[in-house]
């Protein structure tokens, strides 16, 4: 079998779509060298420049978006609708629990606004957007990797005496990965019917992520490569395996974590058999989690929360993207991700691409799981599901079943 390889020729176009979704994704170690004071003022320019950009991207697409719909009609993808007003439900819910501010409106209207620019490049320029946003997370990466192997303890110590590198936390460097691959192999898929040889990049990754002893993102990246393997070596295999089987099995694994964080009869069974819940002392977090829950199950309990670490750290969040969001925004923040999912999910189980769609759907199951043990920038998801979509649908608007919208 001869495998021919195409030449990506970067255009103007290129450029421009990378440096538009760049500002999105603001490295966490910006943050981290303002708060421990290490040229701060430097630091702190840099945010606002990535913060501005934001706003100024986020307001170019909403502009967009008025403009079409007031002259034209508009076309909403069911599975985009369902999103966006799971990102707008952060505000009522901030409203209703009285915790919103300027800080959760500027977060709204930039997740919202990425959102809104990434289905008007994957509309527009589809391929050229796929293309541009691997080049980005490629280049991001192999700087997050370097990072981590020329200073394995991390080339910043900070006042908690963690290690921290150039995307931030050990942990804050898997969705750069993840986003990579997921994009080179949708570009490559949907458009050159073939997957890529990556391999040899994940195995990269998997041992960068093994140096800093990230458990959570080496599992999912050996998950990753487990599935891009059965790609490579045994597509009849996985041409033959249904995405719903794949979605059901991960679906399991994460509710079994979850029950063995109250179920005292399923937890004890795993001290049996030498296992733990505590996973890294994240079950304290999430116990936290579940108790603001119950404050208000409805709204959640405030978008400014904090948590305690048994070590008696404090953070913000839960160490757990979909317990942090129930008990910060509640049952109905939650209900609209949950329902643009299945939207996502039910696409993905019909696509015609079988082979692309078990790969891309594989790897947004795994990219799900591990939500459940971490709590990043929400943006990776956005773009994570709407590359999703883009590969089940082909980016043909016909197969979208569109609510249309005319003023």
Known sequence: MIYVRRKVNITVQHILCALVILPFFEPSSIDIFVTNGVNARFFSLLADFFLAGRMAVSSLAYMWLIRRLVTDRLRIDRFAGLLFI?????????????????????????????????????????RIFLEAAAGLFGILSVCGCASIFLHPAGYFQGERGFGYYFLGGKNTAFPYYYCFILCWIAVRGIFSRDIPRVGWILGIFIASSVVVDSTSSGLCLSLMLAVYLIAQYAKKVLRGIRPSAVFLIILAIVVMIYVGMVFQPFAALLRMLGRTVRFSGRDVLWDQALGYFRQNPLFGAGSSLKFTLDVGVETDHAHSQYLNRLAKFGLLHMAFLAASLAVLIRRLMRSRKI????????????????????????????LAAVVANCAATGGREEELRPIVLRI
């Open 355 to 382: 082979l692309l769609v078990n790969v891309i759907g594989s790897m947004l199951v795994i990219y799900l799981l591990h939500m459940a043990f971490d709590d990043y920038s929400y943006t990776f998801f956005l």
């Open 86 to 126: 799971h990102i707008v439900t952060m505000l009522i819910s901030g409203a209703a629990n009285g915790s919103a501010d300027l800080r959760l409106a500027v977060q709204v209207y930039t997740n919202a606004g990425f959102l809104v620019i990434c289905l008007i490049l994957l509309r527009e320029y589809p």
